[in-house]
């Protein structure tokens, strides 16, 4: 059996989301979009052409389930 100790990462969802959703909205930005509107049309349709291929951000942001980006987005809006 070996004799050394496994490390175990627990992913923080949260900051995850954080993050993706500020690389998506940096793409968006970057190649000359509206992030505001793009975001909430991808949210309202689930329609992924909404979102740039540009840095992979189309990829990051369908990694995120879109019911819980969006319950995220509102309790940090109430949060503020």
């Known amino acids: 059996m070996d004799e050394f100790t496994r490390k175990f ?6 900051a995850e989301m954080r993050e993706i959703l500020s690389s998506v909205y940096s793409s968006l930005k970057l190649k000359g979009y509206n992030p505001v509107n793009q975001i909430v ?14 840095n992979n951000a189309r990829a990051l942001i369908c990694r995120l389930d879109r019911d819980e980006l969006l319950q995220e987005l509102v309790i940090n809006y109430l949060e503020k």
């Open 41 to 54: 049309g991808y949210i309202l349709s689930e329609d992924p052409t909404y979102i740039t291929n540009y």
């Open 9 to 14: 990462d627990v992913i923080d969802k949260h």
